[in-house]
């Protein structure tokens, strides 16, 4: 029998409570999801709890309050830590819905139907085609179904 194993037989017999096992010191607390959550959900504060995990696997976890407000792009099950790749800008237009397209210059303002060829959120650079003319142009994502082009 080995050293070790009489050392510990030893002690086992001798009915010394050996010490509570103390928290993993290479544990951290992070935020994880306390529900699933669908592709395109915006999520919130109160989607998140704290619990300790692994610090090697914590990296790069986004906080609560970094991820509120934020869209999923792909579906996050229960427990998940939400890094910054799984969270877009929430999208104002998406891929093939009606928007409204407006050009403005000086003394003047354009609107019309167009249809989106593509999904952006606030200030991303969307491509869309206008229904009257079916011409497509980029524009800018200015709210919700709406695109701006810029007058030259």
């Known amino acids: ?21 103390a928290a993993d010191p290479a544990e951290t607390p992070v935020a994880v999801l306390t529900r699933a959550i ?64 407006s050009l403005q210059g000086r003394g003047f303002a354009i609107t019309t139907a167009a249809r989106a060829l593509a999904a952006g959120g606030m200030g991303d650079v969307v491509r869309v085609v206008a229904l009257s003319t079916n011409h497509s142009v980029d524009g800018v994502v200015t709210g919700a179904g709406s695109v701006r082009v810029a007058a030259q």
Do not use: H, N
């Open 38 to 101: 669908a592709r395109g959900d915006i999520l919130s504060a109160t989607d998140f709890e704290l619990q300790p995990r692994a610090a090697v696997a914590a990296r790069g976890v986004l906080a609560a309050d970094a991820a509120s407000g934020r869209e999923a792009v792909r579906a996050l099950p229960a427990g998940t830590m939400v890094r910054a790749g799984d969270l877009v800008a929430p999208r104002l237009v998406r891929r093939g819905e009606a928007v409204t397209l």
């Open 1 to 21: 029998m080995s050293r070790l194993a009489i050392a510990v037989a030893l002690v086992l017999a001798s009915g010394i409570a050996l010490p509570a096992q």
